[in-house]
């Protein structure tokens, strides 16, 4: 979590600490299956801006959820991938993603 000092008061609270608010699970979700760079990312999280996205970056690397790989070159090439607790996270994500299709066909 950002913020060490905060305290969870179960395990559902430090879960949602973690992964909660509106990009994080978005972000996850689109690099599941490879790496991407910056400017993929910023076009597959449909209405983020790029400060909020670099700010949630930063919170799921913080939180060891996601990588980030940096390439000394010219022009400067940074890749994101899911760390190994990131990936642990992904068979949930599914459900929830189950569980919104079905909501939203019912609306």
């Not at 950002?2 to 949602?16: G, L, M, T």
């Not at 790989?69 to 993603?97: A, D, H, M, N, W």
Request: charged share 30%.
């Amino acid at each position: 979590m950002n913020n060490k000092n905060e305290i969870a008061h179960c395990a559902v609270d430090y879960a949602f600490k973690r992964i909660g608010g509106k990009y994080k699970g978005r972000i996850l979700w689109v690099i599941r299956d490879e790496f991407m760079r910056y400017g993929e990312l910023k076009r597959a999280v449909v209405g983020i801006t790029p400060k909020m996205l670099t700010q949630t970056l930063r919170e799921l690397e913080a939180d060891e959820l996601v990588s980030r790989k940096v390439y000394l070159e010219v022009p400067p090439r940074v890749e994101y991938s899911l760390t190994s607790t990131g990936e642990e996270l992904i068979p949930f994500i599914k459900q929830l993603r189950s569980w919104g299709k079905e909501q939203m066909s019912r609306k």
